[in-house]
């Protein structure tokens, strides 16, 4: 993986080859190995590289053809490149895939696109047309931001690269609103007005001043599998095996995440089939037993046999990862299962290169509680009813993610809600962290605007758990859990591949029955049978226990001062004219009450905000 920028100037320079340089060298951590720039006449290309195939200087980017008439900047991997390249009568100068990609767009243009199986972001640049394509990978698995004035496009890997170019930073009031009210910013959205994600399987083409923005691959409905069961289990088997295998390619140390869940217990068992000396890695969590799954890890290692590692983690670690977590986001992002991938990307990447996660299972296959409540939340079943009935109750006790208790009837009352609703409001009721986003706002948003913002997103009448899922799949994996991913592995210049994400394997999971993925009591049903023989016993039907960062305690002890300082300063709040003063310190009063519910997971957000804000645009 590596960093890429760039820009197209439409008449007015306004200094763009020199942001082009300061853009290019931000991007150093995705890419530490090389750095270049390249530019002709209104175009400048940006690359700094990871090497992972071919590591020598013919892979370097950016990279031109023998003419010198087109020019591509690449981040990702092409896993299929060797294949496509036997497609291509081309005398290669290298065995990269960048190689492979830049005559695949000479040669068949933006029809090769529905051809490549991997993930990646990349700009391609014609001289003799003076035409620039880009385009983003099926799945949002590689960013691309951009940004478009009357005088230029640019673009990024990350915000703080399209951050060096000139253009006024404002906030975009709709951004704001999805980020209190979701801790991330979903879809094509930004934090700055103006800037923009290119949504995942598009691709935009420049001509001139004319731009065009169009998908290459759409997440529409696909046919319902129509086979047996077990079929289903050997599919799953076989298409998993085959992904990790295409995963497998590079000239560098690769290993994988273990955390001792099915998901990457289950990638870790195919890996082992093509790497007998596989390096797998795991983090516990020394001062929060319950969340220690480092057992089942080590089960799963000594069963495949591979070189296991182990970073035991104290609070003060995670406390002491916070300056780098929140100093590397370029762009609000309140998801603090960010601080241990961070540490565990930190501690990996001093041991290899690339790892294999297991990302992405839980969105295709129904891996969380949230689609397990969606499900029995149309039930008509006596349990149902007896907590119907307790509704008035359950939203009166104390309710918390920080303790067995307090989650529990925080649980039970959101599922008591839930019941009321009907199937397509259930989605944003289970996806939201803060349903009360818009009265934190200085500025709130019209209920119409909400309404439209919603309904922009979700494309579904018809809302089943299939329907469910395919909206994770365009909301919540691209807007968080990638994201995270991304952030987080590049921060320490490590790629991370995600073999659940493969497009045969994403097509075959979307055409399943929602019966094979939930049933009863159970998720990720079919996925967790299909490796119920093959993963040691005490993994199958274990409950996912997942780890709550500490939240609540930190801010009642270790960062009250810097909360204190970061988000109650009434006199900033009000100068800011961004959040209403008065809704913000009463989250300290709950902070420090008896049912806090979750107020930290909403100061947390605000933290993230203002930290980034005052680094970034003050």
Same mark, same amino acid.
């Given at each position: 993986?590596?960093?890429?920028?760039?820009?197209?100037?439409?008449?007015?320079?306004c200094?763009?080859s020199q942001s082009l340089k300061?853009?290019t060298?931000?991007?150093?951590k995705?890419?530490?190995?090389?750095l270049?720039?390249?530019?002709?006449?209104?175009v400048?290309?940006?690359?700094t590289r990871?090497?992972?195939?071919d590591?020598?200087?013919?892979?370097?980017?950016?990279?031109s053809d023998?003419s010198?008439?087109y020019?591509?900047?690449f981040n990702?991997?092409i896993?299929?490149?060797?294949?496509?390249?036997?497609?291509l009568k081309?005398?290669?100068?290298s065995?990269?895939?960048?190689?492979v990609?830049?005559?695949?767009l000479?040669?068949?243009?933006?029809?090769?696109?529905?051809?490549?199986?991997?993930f990646f972001?990349?700009a391609?640049?014609?001289?003799e047309?003076?035409?620039?394509m880009?385009?983003?990978d099926?799945m949002?698995i590689?960013?691309l931001h951009?940004?478009?004035?009357?005088?230029?496009?640019a673009?990024g890997?990350?915000?703080?690269a399209?951050?060096?170019y000139?253009?006024?930073r404002?906030?975009?009031?709709?951004?704001?609103?999805?980020?209190?009210?979701?801790?991330?910013l979903?879809?094509?959205?930004?934090?700055?007005r103006g800037?923009?994600k290119?949504?995942?399987?598009?691709?935009?083409?420049?001509q001139g001043?004319d731009?065009e923005?169009?998908?290459?691959?759409?997440?529409e409905?696909s046919?319902?599998?129509?086979?047996h069961?077990?079929?289903?289990?050997?599919?799953i088997?076989q298409?998993?095996?085959?992904?990790?295998e295409?995963r497998?390619v590079?000239?560098?140390?690769l290993?994988?995440?273990?955390?001792?869940?099915?998901?990457?217990?289950?990638v870790v068992?195919?890996?082992?089939?093509f790497n007998?000396?596989?390096?797998?890695?795991?983090?516990?969590?020394?001062d929060h037993?319950f969340?220690?799954?480092t057992?089942?890890?080590e089960?799963?290692?000594n069963k495949?046999?591979?070189n296991?590692t182990?970073?035991?983690l104290t609070n003060?670690?995670?406390?002491?990862?916070?300056?780098?977590?929140?100093?590397?986001?370029?762009?609000?992002?309140?998801?603090?299962?960010?601080?241990?991938?961070?540490?565990?990307?930190?501690?990996?990447?001093?041991?290899?290169?690339?790892?294999l996660s297991?990302?992405g299972?839980?969105?295709?296959?129904?891996g969380y509680?949230k689609?397990l409540?969606?499900q029995?939340s149309?039930?008509?079943?006596?349990?149902?009813?007896i907590i119907t009935?307790?509704?008035?109750i359950?939203?009166?006790?104390p309710?918390?993610?920080?303790?067995?208790?307090?989650?529990?009837?925080?649980?039970?009352?959101?599922?008591?809600?839930?019941?009321?609703m009907?199937?397509?409001d259930k989605y944003?009721?289970l996806?939201s962290?803060n349903?009360?986003?818009n009265?934190?706002?200085a500025d709130?948003l019209?209920?119409e605007?909400v309404?439209e913002?919603?309904?922009?997103?979700?494309?579904?009448d018809?809302?089943?758990l @299939? +329907?469910?899922l395919d909206m994770?799949?365009? %909301? *919540?994996?691209?807007? /968080?859990? #990638?994201?995270k991913?991304d952030?987080?592995s590049?921060?320490?210049?490590?790629?991370?591949?995600?073999?659940?994400l493969?497009?045969?394997?994403?097509?075959?999971a979307?055409?399943?029955p929602a019966?094979f993925?939930?049933d009863?009591?159970r998720?990720k049903?079919?996925?967790?049978?299909?490796?119920e023989?093959i993963?040691?016993?005490?993994?199958?039907?274990r409950?996912?226990?997942?780890?709550e960062?500490?939240m609540l305690?930190w801010m009642? @002890? +270790?960062?009250?001062?810097?909360?204190e300082? %970061? *988000?109650?300063?009434? /006199?900033? #709040?009000?100068n800011q004219q961004?959040?209403?003063?008065?809704?913000v310190?009463d989250l300290?009063?709950?902070?420090f009450?008896q049912?806090?519910?979750?107020?930290?997971?909403?100061?947390?957000?605000?933290?993230?905000?203002?930290?980034?804000?005052?680094?970034?645009?003050?």
């Amino acid at each position: 993986m590596c960093g890429i920028t760039g820009y197209k100037n439409f008449g007015n320079d306004c200094g763009l080859s020199q942001s082009l340089k300061k853009a290019t060298s931000v991007l150093d951590k995705r890419g530490p190995d090389n750095l270049a720039t390249f530019t002709h006449e209104s175009v400048g290309l940006g690359h700094t590289r990871l090497s992972i195939i071919d590591t020598s200087v013919k892979g370097n980017q950016p990279m031109s053809d023998k003419s010198g008439r087109y020019t591509l900047v690449f981040n990702g991997e092409i896993y299929n490149y060797q294949e496509l390249a036997s497609e291509l009568k081309v005398d290669f100068q290298s065995s990269s895939d960048t190689e492979v990609l830049l005559y695949l767009l000479i040669q068949q243009g933006e029809q090769c696109l529905p051809k490549l199986n991997g993930f990646f972001a990349f700009a391609f640049y014609d001289k003799e047309t003076q035409s620039l394509m880009l385009a983003r990978d099926r799945m949002g698995i590689k960013p691309l931001h951009y940004y478009q004035n009357d005088n230029f496009f640019a673009f990024g890997s990350e915000l703080k690269a399209l951050m060096q170019y000139p253009f006024e930073r404002t906030i975009d009031q709709n951004s704001l609103y999805w980020y209190l009210r979701l801790t991330y910013l979903p879809h094509d959205k930004s934090m700055l007005r103006g800037v923009k994600k290119l949504l995942p399987g598009h691709s935009i083409i420049i001509q001139g001043k004319d731009i065009e923005i169009k998908p290459f691959w759409k997440l529409e409905k696909s046919d319902f599998f129509q086979g047996h069961y077990e079929k289903a289990k050997q599919t799953i088997l076989q298409l998993l095996e085959r992904s990790v295998e295409h995963r497998m390619v590079a000239d560098v140390p690769l290993g994988s995440f273990l955390s001792g869940g099915t998901d990457s217990s289950a990638v870790v068992s195919m890996a082992s089939k093509f790497n007998p000396n596989l390096h797998t890695f795991s983090i516990g969590y020394r001062d929060h037993n319950f969340f220690d799954e480092t057992n089942f890890a080590e089960l799963v290692a000594n069963k495949f046999k591979t070189n296991h590692t182990t970073f035991s983690l104290t609070n003060d670690d995670l406390i002491n990862s916070l300056d780098g977590v929140l100093n590397y986001i370029d762009e609000p992002f309140a998801d603090s299962s960010a601080i241990p991938t961070f540490i565990l990307s930190q501690h990996v990447s001093q041991h290899i290169k690339v790892a294999l996660s297991g990302d992405g299972a839980d969105e295709l296959f129904g891996g969380y509680y949230k689609h397990l409540a969606f499900q029995r939340s149309g039930e008509q079943t006596m349990p149902n009813s007896i907590i119907t009935w307790l509704a008035p109750i359950l939203k009166s006790l104390p309710s918390s993610r920080s303790s067995t208790v307090g989650n529990y009837t925080r649980r039970a009352a959101k599922y008591a809600q839930l019941m009321q609703m009907k199937s397509n409001d259930k989605y944003w009721h289970l996806a939201s962290f803060n349903l009360s986003a818009n009265e934190l706002m200085a500025d709130p948003l019209k209920e119409e605007t909400v309404n439209e913002l919603i309904n922009h997103l979700q494309q579904e009448d018809d809302f089943g758990l @299939n +329907e469910f899922l395919d909206m994770d799949l365009r %909301v *919540v994996l691209p807007g /968080d859990m #990638l994201t995270k991913v991304d952030l987080m592995s590049m921060a320490n210049s490590l790629e991370v591949r995600v073999p659940f994400l493969d497009k045969d394997l994403v097509a075959f999971a979307r055409s399943l029955p929602a019966h094979f993925k939930i049933d009863k009591n159970r998720r990720k049903t079919v996925l967790q049978d299909a490796f119920e023989y093959i993963l040691p016993k005490e993994l199958h039907h274990r409950s996912k226990k997942g780890f709550e960062v500490p939240m609540l305690s930190w801010m009642r @002890n +270790e960062l009250k001062s810097s909360v204190e300082e %970061v *988000v109650f300063d009434k /006199d900033f #709040l009000e100068n800011q004219q961004i959040f209403n003063p008065t809704r913000v310190m009463d989250l300290k009063q709950k902070l420090f009450s008896q049912n806090p519910g979750d107020v930290h997971s909403t100061l947390w957000t605000l933290y993230v905000f203002q930290r980034w804000y005052k680094d970034y645009l003050l």
